[in-house]
């Protein structure tokens, strides 16, 4: 942690490794952005996906590899997150995140921030209302599919994305639940390519995903993750 207590101060460093923080979904954003916080010094985090890791996940996502293919993302990313910082606190929780699962693990531990890097709309709904019921802080990612430009990244309150599927579908679901504000996002507002979207089964609540360049995801894992740390920097 040398270099980044030179940046930091001792004081930063303490800040960090005291927090506690949730990350919920280990594809593109949610690995990236959880190796990000445990390089950066957070103490303690539980991560959470249910999925395992798919030949199509290699272009974009941290722990794919052709020798990991089949393996489970949250045994994959934590053994790797162990291995930056072996003293971290990590809890692995193994499973999609259902809507009916998610007061039980917002109650599982005093988290100081929640990363929502879930990409099906129900769940990732579900754990902004109960982050928000609980007034924990949350950055939520919307859509990294169908972008490719990286200078159009950037951080917002969810009442001023645009040029976003997901974030309005997203919006327009939360104004139902008196929510019009309050929730950071992670978006691009340059406009999706729509000849990139394909459909799907429906299977964990997901319906079409678009396609994906290997550096937007991480772009918005980075950003997810900088929201995190600057934040429990400057708390008194």
Do not use: W
């Not at 593109?28 to 395992?52: C, K, N, P, W, Y």
């Not at 950071?184 to 396609?211: H, P, W």
């Amino acid at each position: 942690m040398e270099r980044t207590e030179l940046l930091i101060k001792e004081e930063g460093v303490e800040k960090l490794n005291k927090a506690t923080v949730l990350v919920v979904g280990l594809g593109g954003v949610g690995s990236f952005a959880a190796e990000f916080l445990a390089r950066a010094g957070v103490g303690s985090m539980t991560i959470v996906d249910g999925d395992t890791v798919d030949i199509t996940n290699i272009n974009r996502q941290l722990p794919a590899l052709r020798s990991t293919v089949g393996k489970h993302k949250v045994e994959v990313v934590g053994e790797r997150l162990l291995d930056i910082n072996p003293d971290l606190n990590l809890i692995k929780i193994n499973e999609f995140l259902n809507p009916e699962r998610m007061d039980e693990v917002l109650n599982s531990a005093k988290f100081d921030y929640v990363l929502d890097c879930i990409d099906s709309v129900t769940p990732k709904l579900c754990l902004i209302i109960a982050a928000k019921k609980r007034r924990i802080k949350i950055v939520s990612s919307m859509g990294a599919g169908g972008k490719t430009d990286p200078s159009k990244v950037m951080v917002r309150d969810i009442s001023k994305t645009e040029h976003c599927h997901l974030a309005r579908q997203v919006r327009k679901r939360l104004k139902k639940e008196k929510i019009d504000k309050g929730v950071r996002c992670v978006f691009a507002n340059d406009i999706q390519d729509e000849d990139s979207l394909k459909m799907t089964d429906g299977t964990n609540y997901k319906r079409s995903f678009y396609g994906t360049i290997s550096y937007m995801p991480a772009i918005f894992g980075l950003y997810a993750a900088s929201e995190v740390i600057n934040y429990l920097l400057n708390q008194d």
